[in-house]
C-alpha cells in the first residue's frame, strides 16, 4: 500500500474508529469488549483499505456490527434464554436483557432488513447513503427499515420501539 493511501486512512482513523466503537457498543453494553471489536474492524479496513476507501464508514460499521454479534452468539450458550416479556421486565433496566434480546431479534430477522437496521439505526446513517451502500433506491431502504422494525416490533411486544428518535 502506498505512503498516500496510508495517508489518507489515518486522516480518515477517527471517524471510523467513532463508528466502528459506536455500533459495536450499542449490540454489546460493554466498552472493553466494544473497543476490541472497533480495533478489529479498524484493521480489517487498514488490510482492505484500496478496495473500501469509498464506501469505509458504512463498511466499517457493518464489519463492527458483524464482529459484535458474532462475539454474542460465542457467549449466547452460557446465557439463559429471554423471552420478549423479558424486554419489559423491571429487571432488564440495566440493558443487558434488553441488548441481548435485541440481538436475538436482529439475529431473526432477513439478512437485508438486518442490514438496513444496523446501518440506519445503530451506525446513524441516512437512508440516501444506507441506499447507496446497499444498491437499492432509497424507497427499498424504508420499506425494508418499515418491515424489520415491524418485525422487531412484535418479537419484542414492544409497540414504541425504534419510533421517532428512538435508538435500540
Not at 452460557?78 to 420478549?84: L, T, V, Y
Not at 431473526?108 to 447513503?129: G, K, N, T
Not at 432509497?138 to 421517532?164: E, F, I, N, Y
Request: net charge positive; proline share 5%.
Amino acid at each position: 500500500m502506498g505512503t498516500d493511501r496510508v495517508g489518507e486512512f489515518e486522516e480518515r482513523f477517527d471517524a471510523l474508529a467513532v463508528v466502528a466503537h459506536r455500533v459495536a457498543y450499542r449490540l454489546l453494553g460493554d466498552r472493553e469488549a466494544a473497543q476490541d471489536v472497533a480495533q478489529e474492524a479498524l484493521t480489517r479496513a487498514f488490510v482492505r483499505w484500496r478496495r473500501i476507501e469509498g464506501y469505509a464508514e458504512p463498511w466499517v460499521a457493518r464489519v463492527a456490527a458483524n464482529l459484535a454479534l458474532g462475539l454474542l452468539r460465542r457467549k449466547a450458550p452460557a446465557a439463559p434464554a429471554i423471552d420478549a416479556d423479558e424486554w419489559r421486565s423491571d429487571r432488564a433496566t440495566d440493558g443487558v436483557l434488553q441488548r441481548s434480546v435485541l440481538v436475538d431479534a436482529l439475529a431473526r430477522l432477513p439478512r437485508r432488513q438486518r442490514d438496513v437496521v444496523v446501518l440506519r439505526y445503530l451506525a446513524d446513517l441516512p437512508e440516501a447513503e444506507v441506499a447507496a451502500l446497499l444498491g437499492c433506491a432509497p424507497g427499498t431502504v424504508k420499506s425494508h427499515a418499515h418491515r424489520a422494525l415491524g418485525s422487531l416490533r412484535t418479537q419484542l411486544g414492544d409497540p414504541t420501539l425504534l419510533t421517532a428518535g428512538g435508538t435500540p
